[in-house]
């Protein structure tokens, strides 16, 4: 099973774009992979996924304004967050889906976008 490590999250103003990484241990070819939040007081929720074929979804919230990418190559997903909103603020947390193995989570970065 891969670890996956989030980096890139930080303080941005409102307007402002930030770019989260997932770096994983291994290869991640055959897992979906995802991008998850939790603001303080409400659930998980799914912010956008890319799946082993390339194809993505994302929540209503971050459509036109974040766009999932994979690198397998380099093991790695990317967030890519533009035009943020204070509502945006929260732990983002990468997920890896393995058919097989299951499920991996990251420790999370904070994303606050306030001015």
């Known amino acids: 099973q891969v670890q996956l490590v989030e980096s890139g999250g930080g303080l941005v103003q409102p307007g402002g774009s930030l770019r989260l990484s997932c770096v994983a241990s291994g290869s991640i070819s055959f897992y979906s992979m995802g991008w998850y939040r939790q603001a303080p007081g409400k659930q998980r929720e799914l912010v956008a996924a890319i799946r082993s074929s390339g194809s993505t979804n994302y929540a209503d919230s971050v459509k036109g304004r974040f766009t999932i990418s994979r690198d397998n190559a380099k093991n790695t997903v990317y967030l890519q967050m533009n035009s943020l909103k204070p509502e945006d603020t929260a732990v983002y947390y990468c997920?890896?889906?393995?058919?097989?193995?299951?499920?991996?989570w990251g420790q999370g970065t904070q994303v606050t976008v306030s001015s």
């Open positions: 997920k890896g889906g393995h058919p097989l193995l299951g499920d991996r």
